[in-house]
């Protein structure tokens, strides 16, 4: 794997966020995206304090699933490139192995990857770390609280970051599990893991009308 370039973070704000994920909504619009596109708004500033105060930098690996446009551009891949990518279909799946991101549109498949990732960082005693980026529905799931109980039992450098927006696609999640915080809440496991609450203004994917491609 090539080393990682620098990430950009520095001279990325709130405003150039938010105005990428309005161009690509605009590109989406047209048809000319023939594939998914999840655009997300209203974490924006949540995101770049991450990357901030944990000082996310070129040895560090950024893992996330089908929402991952911001954490592509925060980690250093140059804008025009993370946008050629969604239009060439790879929205939900971005990957830039040269600035070590990875991403997946299958729910909670990277979790095991990025905890593994971690020990090998550790076991081999390279520098670097894993963040693992997800919603709060994946972070109910079982491969979600294997990796994370691997993590802190092995005390690896891994971190997991929970962006709660409320729902899984349209159905709210503590509904559905009948509590009203996320499991790991004052449990051990919260050292390994941030958690921040947001509200997305799009839809879960796409614009909420039917593109004809």
Same mark, same amino acid.
């Given at each position: 794997?090539?080393?990682?370039?620098?990430? /950009?973070?520095?001279?990325?704000?709130?405003?150039?966020?938010?105005?990428?994920?309005?161009?690509?909504?605009?590109?989406?619009?047209?048809?000319?995206?023939?594939?998914?596109?999840?655009?997300?708004?209203?974490?924006?500033?949540?995101?770049?304090?991450?990357?901030?105060?944990? /000082?996310?930098?070129?040895?560090? *690996?950024?893992?996330?699933?089908?929402?991952?446009?911001?954490?592509?551009?925060?980690?250093?891949?140059?804008?025009?490139?993370?946008?050629?990518?969604?239009?060439?279909?790879? /929205?939900?799946?971005?990957?830039?192995?040269? *600035?070590?991101?990875?991403?997946?549109?299958?729910?909670?498949?990277?979790?095991?990857?990025?905890?593994?990732?971690?020990?090998?960082?550790?076991?081999?005693?390279?520098?670097?770390?894993?963040?693992?980026?997800?919603?709060?529905?994946?972070?109910?799931?079982?491969?979600?609280?294997?990796?994370?109980?691997?993590?802190?039992?092995?005390?690896?450098?891994?971190?997991?970051?929970?962006?709660?927006?409320?729902?899984?696609?349209?159905?709210?999640?503590?509904?559905?599990?009948?509590?009203?915080?996320?499991?790991?809440?004052?449990?051990?496991?919260?050292?390994?893991?941030?958690?921040?609450? *947001?509200?997305?203004? *799009?839809?879960?994917?796409?614009?909420?009308?039917?593109?004809?491609?």
């Amino acid at each position: 794997m090539m080393p990682g370039k620098s990430t /950009s973070v520095g001279t990325i704000n709130k405003e150039d966020l938010v105005n990428f994920e309005k161009e690509i909504a605009g590109i989406f619009a047209t048809g000319v995206i023939r594939a998914p596109v999840h655009l997300r708004a209203g974490r924006e500033e949540a995101l770049i304090r991450i990357f901030q105060e944990n /000082s996310i930098g070129p040895e560090d *690996y950024v893992f996330g699933h089908w929402d991952s446009h911001e954490l592509a551009l925060l980690k250093g891949v140059p804008r025009e490139e993370v946008k050629q990518a969604i239009i060439d279909g790879k /929205s939900i799946s971005l990957c830039f192995p040269e *600035y070590k991101v990875f991403c997946t549109g299958i729910v909670g498949s990277l979790m095991g990857t990025a905890t593994g990732a971690a020990w090998a960082l550790k076991n081999q005693g390279k520098k670097g770390r894993a963040f693992i980026f997800c919603g709060d529905m994946t972070a109910e799931t079982g491969i979600f609280h294997e990796a994370v109980k691997y993590a802190v039992n092995f005390d690896l450098p891994a971190t997991f970051v929970v962006g709660d927006n409320g729902l899984s696609v349209m159905t709210n999640t503590r509904e559905v599990w009948g509590c009203p915080e996320p499991w790991f809440k004052g449990t051990k496991y919260d050292k390994k893991i941030i958690y921040f609450k *947001y509200t997305n203004t *799009y839809p879960h994917s796409g614009l909420g009308w039917k593109i004809k491609f």
